[in-house]
């Protein structure tokens, strides 16, 4: 971590500032881990500075656009005051893609512009900072982020259905760039608009939530949606999902939520396919370290979605119990993911040096999870 914070300009500040949104909520995560296991606090304090750089940074223009300041459109104090109430950037190195350009599929990947699966892993990190840090702020610009993202991603379905969240939003939110849907995005905003409440609601009057309209838009998003996959990063997504529900349930209502089982049953057999067909005996060339890490990541959750299930009040469904074994019997490939990617060899290879800050600090996050798996 002390590396990553050297190469991208969060402590050495003879580096320019290099910021990525994704990285930057893991990393923010990874501090806070440290800073509560080894009682230090130079760790929270580039906690701290973290979110402040991704804010100055990601929460403006970018330095090759016409555009200037904020990207909500606020005055420079009123925007240092909600950094978060137009969104974030990604971080990407090419700028955005113009209304009127021709979409490149493989030139898209790296333009510029808004993930709403980003800025949730934002609105998270937030939460983590407040409740660590004790400042309100914290909370309260993961809300107003949440707000901003729901307003900005929610699209009319063409064909009459129900609202959906695009893929990928213009720097400004003001038009799509990919209209398409993610797959995991509806159930990411749901559950992370809960755990945003639930911060909210430590502060008292110190952070209004505000965000029951959004729960309820995106709760009927979910109607129908098939939540499986063999993605080992979307199956890492949707263990940290089911952690958090089954958190968020077992301390505030104690009831079991009616989403729980299908996400259960989603995310036990994606690890089942991905455990019986994963290429974990592919060299490290022909591998992707942060995807990987994801699962390994979520699998590390498994104990945490087992002890939160026990405090859950009535009848757990069979199909739930059966789903958590079934995890608990694929934890161990946490462990094989890990000590692969901690072997210095496989950190030559040119797919681990071409994504070295995401892979370094998601491998962080699995070695120390603690933190990021909270709520």
């Given at each position: 971590m002390l590396g990553y914070a050297d190469r991208t300009g969060l402590s050495a500040t003879s580096k320019a500032s290099r910021r990525y949104l994704w990285t930057d909520a893991h990393a923010v995560c990874n501090f806070l881990g440290l800073y509560r296991a080894m009682e230090q606090a130079d760790w929270l304090d580039l906690a701290l500075a973290l979110v402040d750089q991704v804010h100055?940074?990601?929460?403006?223009?970018?330095?090759?656009?016409?555009?200037?300041?904020?990207?909500?459109?606020?005055a420079e104090e009123e925007g240092r005051d909600h950094p978060t109430a137009g969104?974030?950037?990604?971080?990407?190195?090419?700028?955005?893609?113009?209304?009127?350009?021709?979409?490149?599929?493989?030139?898209?990947?790296?333009?510029?512009?808004?993930?709403?699966?980003?800025?949730?892993k934002w609105m998270h990190a937030l939460a983590r900072v407040a409740t660590v840090s004790g400042d309100a702020r914290y909370c309260r610009w993961a809300v107003e982020l949440a707000q901003a993202a729901h307003a900005g991603f929610t699209l009319p379905d063409p064909a009459g259905g129900p609202e959906r969240l695009a893929w990928k939003m213009s720097i400004d939110l003001s038009f799509p760039l990919v209209p398409s849907s993610g797959q995991h995005d509806p159930l990411d905003g749901y559950i992370t608009c809960h755990e945003l409440r639930e911060c909210a609601h430590r502060f008292g009057d110190a952070v209004p939530s505000g965000l029951d309209g959004e729960i309820a838009a995106v709760a009927a998003m979910l109607e129908g949606r098939y939540w499986q996959t063999d993605d080992p990063l979307g199956i890492g997504g949707l263990l940290f999902d089911l952690f958090r529900v089954a958190q968020i349930h077992a301390a505030v209502s104690r009831t079991v939520p009616d989403i729980l089982p299908s996400l259960a049953r989603a995310a036990a057999e994606s690890v089942a396919y991905y455990a019986a067909h994963a290429g974990t005996s592919k060299p490290a060339d022909y591998r992707l370290a942060f995807r990987e890490l994801g699962l390994s990541i979520g699998l590390h959750g498994v104990p945490i979605?087992?002890?939160?299930?026990?405090?859950?009040?009535?009848?757990?469904p069979d199909s739930v119990r059966n789903s958590v074994t079934l995890l608990e019997r694929h934890a161990a490939l946490a462990a094989t993911i890990e000590s692969f990617w901690c072997d210095p060899g496989n950190q030559r290879g040119y797919t681990w040096k071409d994504h070295e800050d995401i892979n370094t600090v998601m491998l962080a996050t699995s070695l120390l999870p603690d933190e990021f798996l909270a709520i």
């Amino acid at each position: 971590m002390l590396g990553y914070a050297d190469r991208t300009g969060l402590s050495a500040t003879s580096k320019a500032s290099r910021r990525y949104l994704w990285t930057d909520a893991h990393a923010v995560c990874n501090f806070l881990g440290l800073y509560r296991a080894m009682e230090q606090a130079d760790w929270l304090d580039l906690a701290l500075a973290l979110v402040d750089q991704v804010h100055l940074s990601l929460g403006r223009h970018r330095a090759d656009d016409r555009r200037s300041g904020w990207i909500s459109g606020l005055a420079e104090e009123e925007g240092r005051d909600h950094p978060t109430a137009g969104g974030l950037r990604i971080g990407k190195p090419l700028p955005e893609r113009g209304p009127g350009e021709r979409y490149d599929d493989r030139l898209e990947w790296d333009r510029d512009g808004q993930y709403y699966h980003y800025l949730t892993k934002w609105m998270h990190a937030l939460a983590r900072v407040a409740t660590v840090s004790g400042d309100a702020r914290y909370c309260r610009w993961a809300v107003e982020l949440a707000q901003a993202a729901h307003a900005g991603f929610t699209l009319p379905d063409p064909a009459g259905g129900p609202e959906r969240l695009a893929w990928k939003m213009s720097i400004d939110l003001s038009f799509p760039l990919v209209p398409s849907s993610g797959q995991h995005d509806p159930l990411d905003g749901y559950i992370t608009c809960h755990e945003l409440r639930e911060c909210a609601h430590r502060f008292g009057d110190a952070v209004p939530s505000g965000l029951d309209g959004e729960i309820a838009a995106v709760a009927a998003m979910l109607e129908g949606r098939y939540w499986q996959t063999d993605d080992p990063l979307g199956i890492g997504g949707l263990l940290f999902d089911l952690f958090r529900v089954a958190q968020i349930h077992a301390a505030v209502s104690r009831t079991v939520p009616d989403i729980l089982p299908s996400l259960a049953r989603a995310a036990a057999e994606s690890v089942a396919y991905y455990a019986a067909h994963a290429g974990t005996s592919k060299p490290a060339d022909y591998r992707l370290a942060f995807r990987e890490l994801g699962l390994s990541i979520g699998l590390h959750g498994v104990p945490i979605v087992k002890r939160a299930l026990s405090e859950l009040a009535g009848s757990l469904p069979d199909s739930v119990r059966n789903s958590v074994t079934l995890l608990e019997r694929h934890a161990a490939l946490a462990a094989t993911i890990e000590s692969f990617w901690c072997d210095p060899g496989n950190q030559r290879g040119y797919t681990w040096k071409d994504h070295e800050d995401i892979n370094t600090v998601m491998l962080a996050t699995s070695l120390l999870p603690d933190e990021f798996l909270a709520i």
